[in-house]
């Protein structure tokens, strides 16, 4: 059998005190799958853990599996909080077991922790009789031991090692058996005192008789049941079959949990099995879907329409293991197994199509935009000739409306000459043409005002799939004006004809002259528009420049000045052109001096590197930058220009041109990725690349004494968790303004982690790094002093060195190791003292008050003392009921002091306060014992409540007494939208909701409680 280690950590969380454990392996992965982590955890938890051995090579290697779960083994050991102990140094095992596991618990409680974790190896005895000692000894551990001290032990019986009798006994003297990924409650267990009985062995005879004799009456049954479940499987097969092999993917879903897949999913989802299996299924949603609905609100209700017998199908957007988002079509049912209600989620990805549709959609729209704002006027007609599209040109050149063509015929916009010409709605026509694609027309239509239009006209015809004539598209140009122009040239040819003759012998007598001064005139006239265009198409191109560009003759006179100059200096063309005297340096620096464009022309050869940031001269070009602080009213900005002289044709210096781009933004751009990347965007500070150059600059330089200090925030990730990222960022600000104002300008400090800070100090002595430490807690009582709200507690270390013996990277790792074992030592009071704050700012809200707290205190004490539940279990009752709500903190005022009922979506965010309490708690020594309790307390007796759906005795003892006390209270006080209820009717809600929200045996037992109190 495989087992993955992971998967038992979260079932050894919720082990509780005076638990009794046994674990039955073959294998060395099962052993280590399950020994790891019931040791790991209670590390984590603040426990105190003890491994029992004969073989001291095996602390060797638990040692090594502990730091391959990342845990600091040596350091845990120098604490005392992990220890190893051999089982040879007891003179007698049986008696002395017992003996160490008291003094032990005994010492673990007196050291500070909140109870003793142990486990070990279970020896094999030499004899039957030692066997029958070992296994008294476990039922003397339940009787003696585990009833009264805060003890959890896992006791490890290796299958290979002993008879599988023995087993079989052991699994008898324990309450709790760790199997493959559970903890299971032990339904072979037989108490202390009927194990210890000298007549056990006869009544276990006589239980076996009585059960063979009821079991000969049940072998009939089970042959029948046999056959029925043949047939059974016979049909899952051929299921499963059509469910492995579907080309969609499918998930099966029990009490909003994923228990099975196909492979299909797998590949769709882009994740393992077991990556998959137990997850919830919004973990493979993202938070909004593209409609701008929350995915949980979305997909909630579509499950409840299943619920209620409608079979859902919808779209829906999911994530895959990678995190990209991808687009499906689901369809989701219900169905039962075994009487277990389950949904069936039927999962397409339909990514490409929703691609294909996006691509259609947009591929349409362009080709309309084009067709609407084309030049030509564009027509499609149908089989029969009608008008099915018009663009807007088409309309415009006939003068109707695009809504007055659409329908008609193309032959009523004609005339009945051109009606008859090769009509392009004759589908013979049209299937002659078919291979040459189009065909171009002369035509003349007829406006809507009677007027003509000449037109050259291109059709295209269009088909069906089965090459059938659907229609046609045709492109029209309008050549009227032309027409005009041909009919009236043509009569003023006729004109010309007639004088020519007239003209002919005059003409004759001036044409030898004429042709000489027509020769000249025509060379003058061609070179004057040559260089008339060629000056003109010179200015639009300097003109229309985005860089602002001036151009000066070779008297440094302005000839060209470009609008985006004018825009950047404020200085007009009409002022600007003819100006000398260095007028365009005047424009940037309110006075004569050169410039690149000075430069260009090498009408200065003075220092580049006084006027100019950067400056270059590749060929005739030349080109630099500068801060000029007169630009934008005295703002100043950074300019950078390019300047280059002009000749002309015999090479010649004619003249010259500079253009200038502003790039103040590319500069401050620059400047601030600059800043980035050495400072933490969130306090300012150095980040963690700069801290690690300047250790390298110190390990390099002539700095040989140096000191470094490791600083930590306390708690931040209960704060994050409980009060949001937003308050945990203010806490991390104040610590960075208190560590900073601790020290000397000349000191680094540096956010270089999440919560961690570090200080490189160069020239450092032990004395100034203890004093300077001193100066960080001062910071940090002051703050709590002003803002006792939101406590702060920051743990650090140091370390410094005098010589070049010990590197930088050695001294910080000095320092950090410190400043972890200072942590560890704080880290609890820090949480506590977090989780009180919490509480103080749930009464400041007032929601909970003392006497709130103090009634539902005394209700659970009377409840469990009625059922004679112990003391100890009492005082924890009491624990709960003063903090059942703390999760609340975590829930905004408008929905948690609402006056009126609440809405969907603010009953699910409500519900979110179980969650939240939880990890509070579980975070917190104080309330560790209680956090399973805190997330089950709001289960209802019939599994409608929430978050889990427990039901019946699913739901803890502790969680069902409060339930009561707290629903009693609640109806019996004032709230600010109604008044308190009587007692006689909150006990007769009580009594109606037995069976539904409350245990009816507890209910019965509070309503007999009240009435004799009464």
């Given amino acids: 059998m495989f087992f993955n280690p992971a998967d038992i950590k979260k079932p050894l969380c919720h082990i509780k005190p005076h638990a009794h454990n046994c674990l039955i392996y073959k294998t060395p992965e099962e052993w280590r799958a399950a020994v790891i982590p019931f040791l790991s955890m209670g590390l984590f938890q603040g426990e105190k853990c003890l491994y029992i051995t004969d073989d001291p090579s095996t602390a060797g290697q638990v040692r090594q599996y502990l730091l391959e779960e990342k845990v600091d083994v040596a350091a845990a050991e120098r604490s005392g909080q992990l220890d190893f102990f051999i089982r040879e140094s007891l003179n007698d095992p049986a008696a002395g077991i017992i003996n160490l596991l008291i003094n032990e618990t005994k010492k673990a409680i007196a050291e500070g922790y909140p109870l003793l974790r142990v486990t070990g190896e279970m020896i094999i005895p030499k004899s039957r009789l030692g066997f029958e000692n070992l296994l008294e000894q476990e039922a003397r551990l339940n009787r003696d031991f585990f009833s009264e001290y805060p003890c959890v032990a896992l006791c490890q019986y290796n299958r290979n090692k002993f008879a599988p009798e023995i087993i079989i006994e052991a699994l008898k003297t324990h309450p709790f058996l760790v199997k493959g990924s559970r903890v299971h409650r032990n339904s072979y267990y037989v108490p202390p005192e009927e194990y210890l009985d000298p007549k056990r062995k006869d009544n276990e005879v006589d239980n076996l008789l009585e059960s063979l004799e009821q079991g000969n009456n049940k072998q009939r049954e ?58 919830n299924p919004f ?192 492109m029209v140009t309008d050549i009227t004006e032309r027409k005009l122009a041909e009919v009236e040239l043509k009569k003023s040819n006729t004109a010309l004809a007639t004088a020519n003759e007239e003209l002919i012998a005059i003409n004759e007598e001036l044409l030898s002259i004429e042709e000489e001064l027509k020769q000249q005139f025509e060379k003058l006239q061609a070179s004057e528009r040559a260089l008339a265009s060629a000056n003109q198409r010179l200015q639009d191109i300097i003109e229309f420049l985005p860089d602002a560009t001036f151009v000066i003759d070779n008297d440094k006179k302005v000839i060209a000045w470009n609008r985006a100059i004018e825009k950047m200096t404020g200085a007009p063309k009409e002022e600007m052109l003819g100006n000398g005297d260095s007028a365009y340096a005047v424009s940037f620096y309110g006075k004569p001096r050169p410039i690149l464009i000075d430069f260009a022309i090498k009408t200065h050869n003075g220092n580049t590197a006084v006027q100019y940031d950067s400056f270059k001269k590749e060929g005739h070009f030349v080109h630099g930058s500068a801060f000029v602080q007169r630009m934008y009213g005295g703002k100043g900005a ?193 949480r506590s003292a977090i989780v009180q704050t919490l509480m103080k700012a749930l009464e400041a809200r007032d ?159 509070f309503i007999q409680l009240h009435n004799n109190n009464q």
């Fill in 222 to 279: 089970i042959t029948e049941r046999k056959l029925v479940e043949e047939a059974l499987r016979e049909s899952e097969k051929k299921y499963r079959v059509l469910y492995e092999q579907a080309n969609d993917a499918i998930f099966l879903i029990k009490k909003g949990i994923i228990i099975d897949c196909n492979p299909k999913a797998l590949n769709v989802f882009g994740c393992r099995r077991d990556e998959i299996i137990g997850k």
């Fill in 847 to 1005: 929601f909970i008050t003392e006497e709130h707290a103090e009634r539902i205190q005394g209700l659970v004490s009377g409840l469990a003392a009625a059922i004679d539940l112990s003391e100890r279990s009492i005082t924890d009752l009491r624990l709960l009921a003063q903090f059942h709500d703390i999760g609340k903190i975590g829930i905004p005022d408008s929905i948690l002091l609402k006056p009126g009922s609440l809405t969907s979506e603010e009953f699910i965010e409500m519900q979110q306060h179980c969650e939240i309490g939880h990890r509070i708690a579980i975070l917190s020594p104080d309330l560790f014992p209680i956090a399973d309790w805190i997330l089950k307390h709001h289960e209802w007796w019939n599994g409608h409540g929430y978050p889990l759906g427990l039901k019946g005795e699913e739901i803890p003892l502790e969680c069902r007494i409060l339930a009561i006390a707290d629903a009693f209270d609640a109806m019996t006080s004032d709230r600010p939208y109604r008044k308190a209820m009587p007692h006689g009717e909150a006990l007769a809600e009580l009594k109606k909701c037995a069976g539904i929200q409350f245990d009816p045996y507890l209910v019965g037992k």
């Fill in 638 to 830: 950074y300019l950078w220009g390019i300047a280059a002289p002009l000749f002309d044709r015999e090479g010649n210096l004619a003249g010259a041109i500079e253009s200038i781009r502003d790039i103040t933004e590319q500069r401050q751009l620059e400047n601030r990725l600059k800043y980035l990347g050495m400072h933490d965007s969130l306090t300012g500070l150095h980040n963690r690349a700069y801290f690690e150059e300047e250790m390298r600059r110190l390990e390099d330089g002539r700095n040989i004494s140096a000191g470094i200090i490791v600083c930590d925030v306390d708690g931040l990730k209960l704060v994050n968790d409980t009060l949001g990222h937003d308050t945990g960022d203010l806490l991390l600000i104040a610590a960075a303004g208190i560590i900073k104002d601790s020290f000397r300008e000349s000191d680094m400090v540096a956010r270089i982690g999440g919560d961690e800070f570090a200080v490189l100090l160069p020239n450092n002595e032990i004395k100034i790094m203890e004093s300077a430490c001193k100066r960080i807690q001062e910071g940090v009582i002051r703050h709590n002093a002003v803002k006792p709200e939101l406590p702060l507690s920051i743990s650090a270390g140091f370390a410094a060195r005098n010589d070049g013996s010990i590197s930088m990277s050695d001294l910080f790792r000095e320092a950090d190791n410190k400043m972890y074992r200072v942590k560890l030592h704080r880290n609890q009071s820090a």
């Fill in 283 to 474: 973990d493979y949603a993202p938070s909004t879907q593209p409609c701008g609905t929350k995915s949980r609100i979305k997909a909630i209700g579509k499950i409840k329409a299943v619920l209620r017998g409608k079979q859902q199908f919808f779209e829906f957007q999911h994530c895959r293991q990678d995190g990209a988002t991808f687009m499906t079509e689901v369809s989701l049912s219900k169905f039962r197994i075994n009487n277990e209600r389950m949904l069936q989620a039927i999962i397409r990805d339909i990514t490409a199509r929703k691609h294909a549709e996006e691509a259609l959609q947009e591929s349409e729209k362009r080709y309309r935009q084009i067709v609407e704002t084309a030049y030509e006027g564009i027509w499609v007609i149908d089989a029969a000739g009608k008008t099915t599209f018009a663009n807007k040109r088409m309309a415009e050149m006939l003068g109707y409306t695009v809504e007055e063509m659409v329908g008609q015929p193309l032959s009523a916009f004609m005339y009945e000459e051109y009606r008859s010409i090769d009509s392009i709605t004759d589908t013979s026509s049209m299937q002659k043409i078919k291979k040459v694609f189009y065909r171009q027309y002369d035509y003349q239509y007829r406006r809507k005002d009677g007027t003509e239009l000449h037109v050259i006209m291109s059709v295209s015809p269009l088909f069906n799939n089965d090459e059938s004539y659907a229609g046609a598209l045709g």
